[in-house]
């Protein structure tokens, strides 16, 4: 089997899985950001903390999926203030971790763990959220909105397709050739302008939104979504990798299919309190 065809399935696949998560509801939904919330923390533990002992990784994986289960549930179904202040005992645990450890640099290890929580469950958890900013009625009831939540996956697919099939057609300057030399300036622009219509599109499609609204966030998905591959891309060559795993055949690790929307995430979430 031919490289382009096993990209071809396996991709096939992580997008089905995706798709039916989503459209099943709230559980299903938080299973699967979940998912890919201990994957990725996997991955980093592997990746950044490869030279720190087991207790870090473990106390960085172990604490990283509370963190997102607190964070994404406590902001849409409701968990009690006084559980969100666990999440502030374990800020202080790699302090506490280091005290027993006799690492030259204590405060690097510390950093790393915190910005991976930052990265990752935080992330992931306000992606799982904006299923909740715009509820929908069924028989009565309000349920999660995993079109929604589709929608952002879409524009983030249709930026990278975009950007990727111009850049290879006409792409001849780059965008940032010190972090990711084969991004180029006019592909990053092909896919913005195609990543608008799409959402367009989506308008016709699921009117969720206005349709000022969907372009704004196509617009805005665009963006961010080239910064988040190019943070990741940042990352691998900061530590001299090509791929952070290889978990998804012929794509590479979950960070490498996930970069974009770590930072979408964000972008979006607050695009929505705005509107």
Known sequence: MNNFTLRTISGTVYIGIIISCLLMGTWASFSLFFLFNFLALFEYS????????????????ISGIIIFSITALWQFVF???????????????PFVNELFHKNQNPF??????????IYLCFSLSLMFGL????????????????????????LIWANDTFAYLIGRWIGKRPLLSRISPKKTIEGSIGGFLLTIAVSIGLYFGFSQ?????????????SISSIIGDLVESMLKRSLDVK?????????????DRIDAMLI????????????
């Open 79 to 93: 968990i009690p203030p006084k559980i969100l202040g666990a999440l502030l005992i374990l800020a202080l645990v």
């Open 131 to 154: 299923g909740y900013k715009r509820l929908v009625l069924e028989n009565g009831e309000l349920v999660y909105n995993g079109i929604l939540v589709l929608t952002v996956f879409i």
């Open 46 to 61: 592997r990746l950044v903390l490869s030279k720190y002992s087991f207790s870090h990784k473990a106390i960085f994986i």
């Open 264 to 275: 979408t995430a964000w972008i979006v979430f607050i695009f929505f309190q705005l509107i």
């Open 243 to 255: 791929d952070s795993g290889n978990l998804i055949p012929g794509h590479g690790g979950i960070l």
């Open 209 to 221: 939104l206005l349709i000022h609204h969907y372009i704004i966030l196509g617009a805005l998905i």
């Open 108 to 117: 690097d290890v510390i950093g790393k763990q915190i910005t991976g929580w």
